[in-house]
């Protein structure tokens, strides 16, 4: 009787870190993998190639006033910050909810200029 609780114990102890280890990180958290030698050709900037996509895609649900999801990207310190989050949205990553919502995974090129914006250190150019 002894050996069968001590067992039940060291496998529930075991399932309570396994649970744990596998929640601590998400795919969305972790660093973008992209191929950076797609990235090597062009300089992608935020004014004239993310704000664009942006407005056309995002900003119509994630603006000041109306912030779905508690997203705001009409500034560059928010796409900034949530690049990853951003990037495993509109790849239609099982993580994420996809976006657009309710609408056509984008493009590969638009995707590919968030992937090169971010792997080039998502600057304010």
């Not at 994630?62 to 796409?79: I, P």
């Not at 090129?109 to 971010?118: D, N, P, V, Y």
């Amino acid at each position: 009787m002894l050996r069968r609780s001590f067992f039940g114990v060291c496998l529930l102890f075991f399932l309570l870190i396994s649970v744990f280890l596998s929640c601590s990180k998400t795919k969305a958290d972790q660093p973008i993998l992209v191929d950076s030698t797609l990235c090597d050709s062009v300089i992608v900037s935020y004014g004239n190639d993310i704000v664009p996509i942006l407005q056309i895609n995002c900003i119509g649900c994630h603006n000041s006033t109306f912030a779905s999801g508690g997203n705001n990207w009409e500034s560059y310190a928010e796409v900034s910050n949530q690049i990853t989050q951003i990037i495993c949205a509109i790849n239609h990553n099982s993580d994420c909810y996809s976006m657009p919502r309710f609408a056509d995974k984008l493009e590969d090129s638009l995707i590919q200029k968030f992937e090169c914006w971010a792997v080039q250190g998502a600057l304010n150019n």
